[in-house]
């Protein structure tokens, strides 16, 4: 029997969000800092969005 190879990472979802641009931790805190001190409920995806991409660190 031959082996076949399979790749599966293509099929695998990324848990980091898409839509958040590559930033150090401290640069993410900054921004989670400043979109909450708003209190604009307008931003509430990015303040999601930077929470999930800081939770992604800590795990």
């Not at 958040?20 to 604009?40: G, K, M, N």
């Amino acid at each position: 029997m031959r082996d076949i190879l399979v790749d599966r990472s293509p099929l695998a979802p990324s848990i980091l969000p898409a839509d958040i641009p590559e930033l150090s931790d401290d640069e993410c805190l900054a921004c989670l800092a400043r979109a909450v001190e708003t209190h604009d409920s307008a931003r509430l995806d990015e303040v999601a969005a930077l929470i999930g991409r800081l939770a992604v660190t800590i795990e």
